[in-house]
T-cell receptor, first 112, second 116 residues
Framework: KQEVTQIPAALSVPEGENLVLNCSFT??????LQWFRQDPGKGLTSLLL?????REQTSGRLNASLDKSSGRSTLYIAASQPGDSATYLC???????????FGPGTRLSVLP | SAVISQKPSRDICQRGTSLTIQCQVDSQVTMMFWYRQQPGQSLTLIAT?????????ESGFVIDKFPISRPNLTFSTLTVSNMSPEDSSIYLC?????????????FGDGTRLSIL
């Protein structure tokens, strides 16, 4: 069964810390992976899309890496800010043309 | 990226009634989807909205309960029929251009639905 897990389920850090969110998937032969942010009661904001041929993608303070052999992706957030507080979702597309399988998310709180 | 507008943003409905949610995109897109997010859960795909034909439903979702329309490449509606408290969720419209996988997938702000 194609599944996506995310650890930790929740994370609380003081402002300014660098942090890593983890995403694991069950089949290393994925097509691509996308990280999203969701604010409470809101929709999803696309952060980074990383194709299976790529090792990492960067946008501002965010860096997503992909290691297919170990079935893992990490989202690195540098110099965290209270505005980064949200739930971060990892979504894996296992095959071309197939819909995403979503992870349960990591709820991040950045304390001022 | 495409700008997606969903209406209503939230609603409180009575058991047994139906509600239609609208999704408008500011550009033509190939793929449109409807997702459900139950409280404390991740996203579950309800169906793919196909232009000019019947939607493609995922396992566990049926047309009688969630009828979907997509009259053109920029607009779709999802109706939640004969609602019960178990239907209380956030319903999200999502779009992608081209065949799934080449471009990022984008989401609207969602419709928060509460059933009394």
């Amino acid at each position: 069964k194609q599944e996506v897990t995310q650890i930790p389920a929740a994370l609380s850090v003081p402002e300014g810390e660098n942090l890593v969110l983890n995403c694991s998937f069950t089949d290393s032969a994925i097509y691509n992976l996308q990280w999203f942010r969701q604010d409470p009661g809101k929709g999803l904001t696309s952060l980074l899309l990383i194709q299976s041929s790529q090792r990492e993608q960067t946008s501002g303070r965010l860096n997503a890496s992909l290691d297919k052999s170990s079935g893992r992706s990490t989202l690195y957030i540098a110099a965290s800010q209270p505005g980064d507080s949200a739930t971060y979702l990892c979504a894996v597309r296992y095959n071309y043309g197939q819909n995403f399988v979503f992870g349960p998310g990591t709820r991040l709180s950045v304390l001022p | 990226s495409a700008v997606i507008s969903q209406k209503p943003s939230r609603d409180i409905c009575q058991r047994g009634t139906s509600l239609t949610i609208q999704c408008q995109v500011d550009s033509q897109v190939t793929m449109m989807f409807w997702y459900r997010q139950q409280p404390g859960q991740s996203l579950t795909l309800i169906a793919t909205a196909n232009q000019g034909s019947e939607a493609t439903y995922e396992s566990g979702f049926v047309i009688d309960k969630f009828p979907i329309s997509r009259p053109n490449l920029t607009f779709s509606t999802l109706t939640v029929s004969n609602m019960s408290p178990e239907d209380s969720s956030i319903y999200l419209c999502s779009v992608a251009d081209g065949i799934l996988g080449n471009q990022p997938q984008h989401f609207g702000d969602g419709t928060r639905l509460s059933i009394l």
